[in-house]
């Protein structure tokens, strides 16, 4: 299987409407692909709170569109990232689209957990309440958004639910960038599955990001990393090497906390 993570810089002098018209020229640039991954609020940046209400979109929006279009004549599935989603009860989510090689939205992710200590994203943006995943031919991916990576039972929920790739949306800071680098890792080793971080490049609320987008494998291996600036980051993997890896080391067969239902 072949991801490309697409690490977008956020340059405050680039508007909105510039910024999605590249991010598509970005993703059709990666036909043959199997999947492509745009980072978290790239549309607006993550720390830049003060924006968030002037440009928030209906669901079906600018961002939506644009990029049903791109992952159709990439021929790709593409995770859009996210962008702040206007409901129709005025309540904004940080919200995350995925899209089919056709173009049609498969699913989509209200970010659960909110960034910002009672500022920021916390108090502006309402919080999702459901585990999202998708099934791609190759793989199921798990959706989770950037600060989420702290959370480890949602991950948990994820794999509960059949995920075998976790895909991680994110707008991390370079000041935390070791966090998010042993985070990722730890997601991977605990759930014996794919992670798919990606982040985006630049400065914006003067918050420099921390960029570092990474594949890591079931073991904790990380098979690919990106630099600190703009780039595409794209990596050949084996979805099958999740079951492979459960059959070999069954640990989540010792679980005794926490467990799912049976299905």
Same mark, same amino acid.
């Given at each position: 299987?072949?991801?490309?993570?697409? $690490?977008?810089?956020?340059? @405050?002098? /680039? +508007?909105?409407?510039?910024?999605? &018209?590249?991010?598509?020229?970005?993703?059709?640039?990666?036909?043959?692909?199997?999947?492509?991954?745009?980072? /978290?609020? #790239?549309?607006?940046?993550?720390? +830049?709170?003060?924006?968030?209400?002037? &440009?928030?979109?209906?669901?079906?929006? @600018?961002?939506?569109?644009?990029?049903?279009?791109?992952? =159709?004549?990439?021929?790709?599935?593409?995770?859009?990232? +996210?962008? %702040?989603?206007?409901?129709?009860?005025?309540?904004?989510?940080?919200?995350?689209?995925?899209?089919?090689?056709?173009?049609?939205?498969? *699913?989509?992710?209200?970010?659960?957990?909110?960034?910002?200590?009672?500022?920021?994203?916390? !108090?502006?943006?309402?919080?999702?309440?459901?585990?999202?995943?998708?099934?791609?031919?190759?793989?199921?991916?798990?959706?989770?958004?950037?600060?989420?990576?702290?959370?480890?039972?949602?991950?948990?929920?994820?794999?509960?639910?059949?995920?075998?790739?976790?895909?991680?949306?994110?707008? #991390?800071?370079?000041?935390?960038?070791?966090?998010?680098?042993?985070?990722?890792?730890?997601?991977?080793?605990?759930? $014996?599955?794919?992670?798919? *971080?990606?982040?985006? *490049?630049?400065?914006?609320?003067?918050?420099?990001?921390?960029?570092?987008?990474? !594949?890591?494998?079931?073991?904790?291996?990380?098979? =690919?990393?990106?630099?600190?600036? /703009?780039?595409?980051?794209? %990596? /050949?993997?084996?979805?099958?090497?999740? =079951?492979?890896?459960?059959?070999?080391?069954?640990?989540?067969?010792?679980?005794?906390?926490?467990?799912?239902?049976?299905?």
């Amino acid at each position: 299987m072949r991801a490309s993570l697409i $690490q977008i810089a956020v340059d @405050p002098d /680039e +508007s909105v409407n510039a910024r999605r &018209e590249r991010a598509a020229s970005l993703v059709v640039g990666q036909r043959g692909a199997d999947l492509v991954v745009l980072p /978290e609020l #790239w549309p607006v940046g993550a720390f +830049s709170y003060t924006t968030f209400a002037d &440009e928030a979109e209906p669901f079906e929006g @600018p961002t939506y569109r644009t990029m049903a279009k791109a992952a =159709a004549e990439a021929g790709v599935w593409l995770h859009a990232g +996210s962008f %702040v989603e206007r409901a129709a009860d005025g309540t904004l989510y940080n919200t995350s689209l995925v899209f089919s090689p056709g173009g049609a939205c498969v *699913a989509s992710y209200r970010k659960i957990h909110r960034f910002g200590f009672d500022k920021g994203e916390a !108090v502006m943006m309402g919080a999702g309440e459901e585990l999202v995943t998708v099934g791609l031919p190759q793989t199921t991916l798990g959706l989770a958004t950037c600060y989420d990576l702290r959370f480890p039972e949602l991950f948990r929920g994820l794999v509960d639910a059949g995920a075998e790739t976790l895909v991680v949306a994110a707008g #991390w800071p370079e000041r935390r960038r070791a966090h998010w680098t042993l985070l990722a890792q730890a997601r991977a080793v605990e759930n $014996q599955a794919y992670v798919l *971080a990606v982040g985006t *490049a630049g400065t914006h609320a003067d918050i420099q990001q921390a960029g570092h987008s990474m !594949v890591v494998d079931p073991w904790g291996e990380v098979l =690919a990393e990106a630099g600190a600036d /703009e780039e595409i980051l794209t %990596v /050949e993997f084996d979805p099958a090497r999740t =079951a492979t890896t459960r059959d070999q080391f069954p640990a989540l067969k010792d679980r005794r906390l926490g467990l799912a239902p049976p299905r």
